[in-house]
């Protein structure tokens, strides 16, 4: 498994994070309206708690709106909360496994999972991707992507900047499961299952999704419905397709 994980994965916590954010909500709000129905063979790669995307997948199959929804979660404590929800579910790990049950698939979507996989192997990730896909098959991602940086350091600053900036809006906006989630991470005391903590900018997203042979990449900025550096924050939905 790629991500490096310390401690017990505390699935209340990260489900009241994902359930009272609203950069999450608006951002599920957009995914719903923009993933158009119906689709045959759907994969989710790391649905986590099940509570970001995955449960409105689960009801788009139970309104035949999806022929078969298919889902992988390498993380035990995720992997636990999810089987009690999702009946085609398997441990499979996107890097190491070329296979998927339920193969070549029409449509893959996965949410805040590259962020955790480490840098090498990142390309490997999105090569299987593809190859798992239909051809003119969908992949859809949402991630939080850092600004263009100049070298290793400053891609370390503008994470850093780019935590700060998350703390900051947690603040303003007064949501106090993100203000705890973000200073723990400005203070080095995060588990890196939550961390996420090998960012990349856009360029890189583009860059990598293109040496994966994907084709029609669109990289699409997040807005809020607040005033705020949006950009700063950095949610994207990216969309490419086989
Ligand atoms: C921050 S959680 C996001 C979970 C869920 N998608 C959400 O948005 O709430 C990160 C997820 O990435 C998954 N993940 C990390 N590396 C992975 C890999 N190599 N293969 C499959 N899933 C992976 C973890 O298992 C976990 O479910």
Redesign the pocket.
Known sequence: ???RKKKKIDIVA?RKL?CENEI?KGLAKTLKEQIIFPIENFL??????T????KHFIIEERNKNISKFYA????DE?FEESKRHVVRLSR?????QEYYGGNPFDFVF????LN??YPD?KLK?LKNVRENLKRNGTFML?DSLIPTYKNEDDRKQKVLDHYKLQADYAKKSKQDCLIKYFDSIVNKSCDD??L?NYKISVEDMRSLLEKARFKNIQIQLFEGKDKYDWKGLGYYIIRASN
């Open positions: 498994m790629t991500t990260y994902l999450s989710e790669i790391g649905t986590g708690t509570d970001f995307m995955t992988m979660e390498p993380v995720y499979t790990d996107a890097i190491t996965s949410a805040f999972v955790h996989v192997q990730f949402v299952v939550w996420g």
